[in-house]
């Protein structure tokens, strides 16, 4: 038996077209994101160049504000103060890792709740975790938006599905595996969450095991393996980790899942690359256009 794969590309597509046709009601112009970029980390960057090709293609205005790593944190807050008060943004994007002394929390604070459209505002991750959310964050959202049109395409209801699973969640970032989590509450799953402390006590397997739907987002390549899932779970790979070739010397992208020793032994599986990041990209660009929507609606 070989897993099912769930094509992020394609269930990307069908996304595109409903957030395209959004952006253009919105008569583009309105609808604009901007990310805040310090230092020159591998996966930001190639985030980023990814973000404009999908907000090229989808309409949406996007400009990219890039500072160097040795900035302070007031020279961060200064360029979120401008983005916040500028009419043409509607989003604003603030790309992960910041470095050591740019004190993440203070950044998060900083932005307009109403552009904050990774919910990492404590006014929207609090909405969140009370399940009324004004913005889904992309990621976590994009897992559970693969998975329902994976249910959908199997035929399986989702209420009734989700009522019997237990999901877990590997890893448990505030932009990640902590929303992950709170989407699983909120599809009345039961719901664990682990982070670098079920590995270091050895627990890894035990905890996964007992999932039916495996969410992993620590970050670490290979870190699930065959030993770690069984033949009825379902696995969504959030990890992107850059890995360099020995014998040629590129880099290419993997997940946290071994694919190859997993792959065989589950019931469906999201590959890396090709899985969860492709809707990523498109809901970060429905977020822009719900924050156009919402700046419209409370200025009329
Ligand atoms: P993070 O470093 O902020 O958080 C990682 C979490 O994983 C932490 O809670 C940590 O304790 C846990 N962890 C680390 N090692 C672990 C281990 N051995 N066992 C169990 N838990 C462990 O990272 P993040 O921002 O949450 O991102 C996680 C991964 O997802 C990264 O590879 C990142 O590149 C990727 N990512 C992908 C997308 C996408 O669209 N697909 C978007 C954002 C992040």
Same mark, same amino acid.
Request: charged fraction near 20%; include cysteine; charge should be negative.
């Given at each position: 038996?070989?897993?099912?794969?769930?094509?992020?590309?394609?269930?990307?597509?069908?996304?595109?077209?409903?957030?395209?046709?959004?952006?253009?009601?919105?008569? /583009? &112009?309105? *609808?604009?994101?901007?990310?805040?970029?310090?230092?020159?980390? @591998?996966?930001?960057?190639?985030?980023?160049?990814?973000?404009?090709?999908?907000?090229?293609?989808?309409?949406?205005? @996007?400009?990219?504000?890039?500072? !160097?790593?040795?900035?302070?944190?007031?020279?961060?807050?200064?360029?979120? #103060? #401008?983005?916040?008060?500028?009419?043409?943004?509607?989003?604003?994007?603030?790309?992960?890792?910041?470095? =050591?002394?740019?004190?993440?929390?203070?950044?998060?604070?900083?932005?307009?709740?109403?552009?904050?459209?990774?919910?990492?505002?404590?006014? %929207?991750?609090?909405?969140?975790?009370?399940?009324? !959310?004004?913005?889904?964050?992309?990621?976590?959202?994009?897992?559970? @938006?693969?998975?329902?049109?994976?249910?959908?395409?199997?035929?399986?209801?989702?209420?009734?599905? @989700? &009522?019997?699973?237990?999901?877990?969640?590997?890893?448990?970032? %505030? %932009?990640?595996?902590?929303?992950?989590?709170?989407?699983?509450?909120?599809?009345?799953?039961?719901?664990?969450? *682990?982070?670098?402390?079920?590995?270091?006590?050895?627990?890894?397997?035990?905890?996964?095991? /007992?999932?039916?739907?495996?969410?992993?987002?620590?970050?670490?390549? #290979?870190?699930?393996?065959?030993? &770690?899932?069984?033949?009825?779970?379902?696995?969504?790979?959030?990890?992107?980790?850059?890995?360099?070739?020995?014998?040629?010397?590129?880099? &290419?992208?993997?997940?946290?899942?071994?694919?190859?020793?997993?792959?065989?032994?589950?019931?469906?599986?999201?590959?890396? !690359?090709?899985?969860?990041?492709?809707?990523?990209?498109?809901?970060?660009?429905? %977020?822009?256009?719900? =924050? =156009?929507?919402?700046?419209?609606?409370?200025?009329?």
């Amino acid at each position: 038996m070989t897993a099912q794969i769930m094509d992020g590309r394609r269930v990307a597509k069908a996304l595109k077209d409903e957030v395209a046709e959004e952006v253009s009601r919105l008569r /583009g &112009h309105r *609808c604009r994101l901007a990310t805040v970029m310090v230092g020159q980390d @591998y996966s930001a960057r190639a985030y980023e160049r990814r973000l404009v090709r999908v907000a090229d293609e989808l309409g949406v205005g @996007y400009q990219g504000h890039t500072l !160097p790593a040795s900035s302070a944190v007031e020279d961060v807050l200064a360029v979120i #103060g #401008g983005l916040n008060a500028d009419p043409r943004v509607s989003g604003i994007l603030v790309l992960r890792p910041l470095p =050591a002394q740019v004190d993440e929390a203070l950044v998060f604070t900083a932005l307009s709740p109403y552009k904050d459209i990774e919910a990492v505002h404590p006014v %929207n991750a609090g909405l969140l975790a009370l399940g009324t !959310p004004r913005f889904m964050p992309s990621t976590p959202a994009s897992v559970f @938006y693969l998975l329902d049109s994976w249910l959908d395409e199997v035929g399986e209801s989702r209420p009734e599905f @989700y &009522h019997r699973s237990t999901i877990v969640v590997v890893g448990r970032s %505030n %932009n990640v595996g902590k929303p992950a989590a709170l989407l699983g509450y909120a599809r009345q799953a039961v719901t664990v969450s *682990c982070d670098e402390w079920v590995s270091r006590t050895g627990r890894l397997a035990e905890v996964t095991s /007992g999932a039916d739907v495996l969410i992993v987002a620590a970050g670490v390549a #290979g870190l699930i393996g065959a030993e &770690h899932v069984s033949p009825e779970m379902v696995v969504l790979d959030v990890g992107i980790n850059p890995v360099t070739d020995p014998v040629e010397g590129a880099v &290419h992208l993997v997940g946290d899942v071994d694919f190859a020793a997993v792959a065989p032994v589950v019931r469906a599986i999201s590959p890396v !690359p090709g899985g969860v990041g492709p809707v990523t990209d498109v809901w970060l660009m429905r %977020n822009t256009a719900a =924050a =156009a929507r919402l700046i419209m609606a409370a200025s009329s």
